[in-house]
């Protein structure tokens, strides 16, 4: 079974701070994906990777950046957090042809 | 968002009834996923579908990619089958995965 480690599980950060949420994959997979999950919403993309350096644009990327730098790792940052970005974000990881693997979740919440 | 649209929203099932969910696609879908996303919160994969037909005991899924749908079936509900179904489609050329807005079930003796 794929194995995807997200960190940290929960956090809680001030309007204006600073975010990294980490995701680590050890299967090898090329794709990596940033999700957040927000009730009447589903899973909603807001950037991928197709492997170390890579960096595309998901469907709500506005406030998020990304960076892929091994195949294992991909961060999420958020620079200047805002109590929009309160969600619960899955990181997922997927070979070519295959299914998605998700991380067990990061809860953010922006006071 | 529109481009993957999930159908009911909820649905309550009494022990051991049949159902049905569906997800229409408005984008060129090469694969769809379907997903159980349990109380606690974690994603667990049911089906990985090409066009086509697949079964794994009570569950049954089929993707018609020229009517740009998938359903999923759930035959003989348990208790267990509670939580919210999410289908995904892979849009064609971009390697994106997008979800639907989600159907939660709930299962009742």
């Known amino acids: 079974e794929a194995a995807v480690t997200q960190s940290p599980r929960n956090k809680v950060t001030v309007t204006g701070g600073n975010v990294t949420l980490s995701c680590r994959q050890t299967n090898s997979h090329n794709y990596m994906y940033w999700y957040r999950q927000d009730t009447g919403h589903g899973l909603r993309l807001i950037h991928y990777?197709?492997?170390?350096?890579?960096?595309q644009i998901g469907d709500v990327p506005d406030g998020y950046k990304a960076t892929r730098t091994t195949q294992e790792d991909f961060f999420l940052l958020l620079e200047l957090a805002s109590p929009s970005q309160t969600s619960l974000y899955f990181c997922?990881?997927?070979?070519?042809?295959?299914?998605?693997?998700f991380g067990e979740g990061s809860r953010l919440i922006v006071v | 968002g529109d481009q993957v649209k999930q159908s009911p929203s909820a649905l309550s099932l009494q022990e051991g009834t049949n159902s049905a969910l569906r997800c229409n696609f408005s984008?060129?879908?090469?694969?769809v996923q379907w997903f159980l996303q349990n109380p606690r919160g974690s994603l667990m994969n049911l089906f990985y579908l090409v066009p086509g037909t697949k079964e794994n005991g009570r569950l049954k899924s089929t993707f018609n990619s020229k009517e740009s749908y998938s359903t999923l079936h759930i035959r003989d509900a348990q208790l267990e089958d509670s939580g919210t179904y999410f289908c995904?489609?892979?849009?064609?050329?971009?390697?994106?995965?997008?979800f639907g807005t989600g159907t939660r079930l709930q299962v009742s003796p």
């Open positions: 990777s197709y492997g170390a350096g890579n960096l």
């Open positions: 984008i060129a879908t090469t694969t």
């Open positions: 995904a489609a892979e849009a064609s050329n971009t390697d994106k995965v997008v």
């Open positions: 997922a990881s997927t070979g070519s042809g295959n299914t998605l693997y």
